[in-house]
């Protein structure tokens, strides 16, 4: 009864190709995130959905594109596959609104190794 | 800009206190996190301040939150083994009608036996 789970943990590709990362909360939360972690540990955050909606959209090459079917899934789709974007890729949930306490609660991440 | 700060790195030894210091910049932040990565594994909550508190103690835990400089530190009283990870704070920002958390560098804390 994992509460933000996310599959697979450890993804290995070539270069060019195309691969997914799939994200599933079960804490009835209506926020979900991408954040990116890199070799030297950096969190970066990438996309926010909120209710299946985008919300924060930072500066993310085109190749990435998330996909939202519902509250509770955010899904993670990576076209043309290249060196540097290995890394560790973190999805989290969170409950909206800013005027309260809402933190992140975060996957245990999925490690991206492009060859 | 949207940088928080940290110290990369920081040793004690088993049963000291560790302080882990932060900075931020938004001066709007409504709350401030402290989260814990061990190898391998996501970030877990270890603790947060609203901005309006200047203190927060939680078990071994204290949060110390200057406003006026925008300094945060955690402070983890009689450090042990256990508690070698690297923590990272961060700062709630507006974004929409949500929020999104900016991240720190990571503090890695290791504790020698």
């Known amino acids: 009864d994992t509460a933000v789970s996310q599959t697979p943990k450890y993804l290995v590709t070539q270069m060019g190709n195309d691969k997914s990362i799939k994200c599933e909360q079960n804490?009835?939360?209506?926020?979900m995130y991408w954040y990116k972690q890199d070799s030297k540990k950096f969190l970066k955050i990438m996309f926010s959905?909120?209710?299946?909606?985008?919300?924060i959209n930072e500066t993310v090459p085109n190749r990435f594109s998330p996909k939202s079917p519902d509250k509770a899934h955010l899904n993670l789709h990576i076209n043309s596959l290249e060196l540097g974007d290995s890394a560790v890729y973190f999805c989290?949930?969170?409950?909206?609104?800013?005027?309260?306490?809402?933190?992140?609660?975060f996957g245990n991440g999925t490690r991206l190794t492009v060859t | 800009g949207e940088d928080v700060e940290q110290s990369l790195f920081l040793s004690v030894r088993e049963g000291d206190s560790s302080v882990i210091n932060c900075t931020y910049t938004?001066?709007?932040?409504?709350?401030l996190y402290w989260y814990k990565q061990e190898p391998g594994a996501g970030l877990q909550l270890l603790t947060y301040?609203?901005?309006?508190?200047d203190m927060k103690q939680d078990q071994r835990l204290t949060v110390l939150l200057n406003k006026k400089d925008k300094h945060l530190s955690l402070r983890i009283a009689d450090t042990q083994t256990g508690d070698s990870a690297i923590y990272f704070c961060?700062?709630?920002?507006?974004?929409?009608?949500?929020?999104?958390?900016?991240f720190g560098q990571g503090t890695t804390l290791q504790v020698k036996p």
């Open positions: 301040i609203f901005s309006n508190m």
């Open positions: 961060a700062e709630r920002k507006f974004a929409g009608n949500t929020g999104k958390l900016i």
């Open positions: 989290a949930s969170s409950q909206a609104g800013v005027s309260y306490n809402s933190p992140l609660h």
């Open positions: 804490l009835g939360h209506d926020t």
């Open positions: 959905y909120n209710n299946k909606e985008l919300i």
């Open positions: 938004d001066s709007s932040s409504t709350y």
